[in-house]
């Protein structure tokens, strides 16, 4: 038996079969061409040609993210530069295989040092399109196919790699690069299997076949495990079996406290995937669609998103509360050359950039957003909000996008606007906003960082913030007071020893990932909303 250790990207545990996907050997980057340089050049194309068509295969298959990146790749593949860098390299004496795979490696180096953080991002695009090209080049497959249930273990997998993969048959990831917020980890969670990634020499140790535990909570990976941690593990995963058998009823119940009080319980998105995740589990709506991760790539354009929007819309089939982008912070997205800050989370985020760049970053999502919203439930929710000002400029721009859309003769509803609640400034002003927003939204994971003034990425302080300590509690207070309609979607919301307490504040929506949501509707049931109330009370007292 052998522990591994990596980074945990998606939680869960499992007991498996290795499935492990051994990287292509390298090309040979100095081999000469024994051909006529035409010949190899008509190779060179013809695998280009059936890069493309294999891409658009998959392009169709897959959405959301997955999708921008595919289209990118095409993209790259289609590149006339790449190709004629190739020829150039063919007629100097070199093989198809090292030309295309020099110039790939060359052009990617050449963007991954630009400043524009969107160029260099397509580095990664361009090493994928020449490992394609390769591949085609020398008849290998580089498609995943599961024929039956197993634990995928992989140098790193490209999206293209995992638009394939069943879903039902997959049952864990390990990889030996990656980062607990890269697609994959994304990709595993909306699945909800478990991840570890960063697994230095995992190609060296696991063997196909091999039995292996996953555990996506500690991030380890045991080869070969003895009996004493079989047990172990077992022991786990029957309880959770248990648990996730208890929890079934709930799937199809409304959420509600013991004596019948409605909480409606939504889900927490970032992508398609998620959404289907969120049906399945038994959400009553979205309570927060993070459209910042559909831009991990640059911001889609107005037409991508309205049909990003409308796909979530459609499979959802109940209320969607989109948050425009919260970009900055810890969330940049490359292509907008927003210059380095001191303290992003201080400073151009959210509603901020958005109303100061309305023409690139605003508009085009608002006009997306009303375009979905004129077939489907959909509100849209404004992050980083501080004062009323900023709610009224963005109405306006909401206004200007609806008579935009009417003049060219698009059908038009107006939709209810609301804001995340996570400034202290707002919590303590809301009744100013009355009149203004349809609701109200509380992002504790911000609200406690701004109120405790303990930045929520720096470890060493993280464990000053109090989430439920007196200064939130009176917070939630306050901002419960005006009567507007107040939901919380921050981490908070699913966590047990909050819920009677916002709840007994007068919260009445709770936002969750959608692997909570079902717990999250067992503790409601398990109080009644006095008990709730004086709980909350107690707290507010005693803390
Ligand atoms: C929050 O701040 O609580 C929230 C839900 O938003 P995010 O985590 O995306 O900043
Ligand atoms: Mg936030």
Redesign the pocket.
């Known amino acids: 038996m052998k522990v591994l250790h990596g980074i945990p990207a998606a939680p869960g545990l499992t007991i498996g079969i290795a499935h492990v996907i051994r990287p292509a050997p390298p090309v040979d980057v100095t081999a000469q061409r024994t051909t006529d340089p035409s010949i190899e050049i008509a190779r060179l194309e013809g695998a280009i040609g059936q890069a493309i068509g294999r891409m658009d295969a998959l392009r169709s298959t897959a959405s959301g993210v997955t999708a921008d990146i595919l289209e990118a790749q095409r993209e790259m593949l289609d590149d006339p530069e790449l190709k004629q860098g190739a020829d150039d390299l063919i007629s100097s004496g070199f093989t198809a295989e090292a030309a295309i795979t020099r110039v790939a490696a060359d052009y990617a180096a050449q963007l991954a040092e630009l400043p524009d953080q969107y160029l260099a991002a397509r580095a990664d695009d361009v090493r994928e399109a020449g490992r394609r090209i390769v591949a085609e080049l020398q008849g290998i497959s580089l498609e995943v196919r599961l024929d039956h249930s197993a634990i995928l273990v992989a140098q790193d997998l490209a999206p293209a790699e995992t638009v394939g993969l069943d879903p039902a048959l997959l049952q864990a990831v390990v990889t030996e690069t990656g980062s607990a917020t890269g697609h994959l980890a994304i990709v595993a969670q909306g699945i909800g299997i478990p991840a570890v990634v960063g697994v230095d020499g995992a190609l060296a140790q696991i063997d196909e076949g091999m039995t292996l535990i996953v555990d996506g909570e500690r991030g380890t990976v045991t080869i070969a495990p003895d009996e004493v941690s079989l047990t172990e593990v077992e022991t786990r995963l029957a309880a959770a079996q248990r648990d996730k058998r208890d929890l079934e009823v709930y799937r199809d119940r409304p959420g509600m406290t013991a004596d019948g009080v409605r909480i409606e319980v939504f889900a927490?998105i970032g992508s398609l995937v998620e959404a289907r995740k969120a049906v399945e589990m038994g959400a009553e709506g979205v309570g927060?669609f993070?459209t910042e991760l559909i831009a991990a790539h640059g911001l889609p354009s107005e037409e991508a998103q309205r049909a990003i929007y409308e796909e979530v819309a459609a499979v959802l089939q109940r209320p969607l509360i989109v948050r425009t982008f919260?970009i900055g912070?810890d969330k940049p997205v490359p292509g907008l050359d927003i210059p380095a800050e001191a303290n992003p989370f201080l400073g151009w985020r959210g509603i901020r950039l958005s109303l100061d760049r309305p023409e690139e970053v605003f508009l085009p999502q608002i006009r997306a957003l009303l375009r979905a919203a004129a077939t489907h439930d959909l509100r849209i929710m404004l992050?980083m909000v501080t004062v009323p000002q900023e709610v009224e400029e963005a109405r306006t721009w909401i206004d200007q996008a609806i008579k935009s859309l009417e003049r060219e003769g698009q059908q038009v509803r107006r939709v209810p606007v609301g804001i995340?609640v996570?400034t202290p400034a707002a919590a303590v002003t809301l009744d100013r906003f009355k009149g203004l927003i349809d609701f109200a939204s509380i992002?504790?994971?911000?609200?406690v960082q701004y109120t405790y003034a303990v930045d929520r990425t720096n470890t060493h302080v993280r464990e000053r913030a109090k989430p439920l300590g007196t200064a939130t509690l009176r917070l939630v207070a306050q901002i419960c007071r005006p009567g507007i309609p107040v939901a919380v979607?921050?981490?908070l919301a699913g966590d047990a020893h909050a819920i009677p307490l916002l709840l007994g504040l007068g919260v009445r929506e709770l936002s969750v990932a959608p692997a909570r949501i079902l717990a999250v509707k067992r503790i409601l049931s398990s109080m009644t909303l006095a008990e709730m109330q004086a709980r909350a009370q107690r707290a507010l007292e005693e803390s």
Do not use: A, S
């Open positions: 927490n927060l993070r919260d912070g992050p995340m996570e992002g504790t994971n911000d609200l979607c921050g981490q």
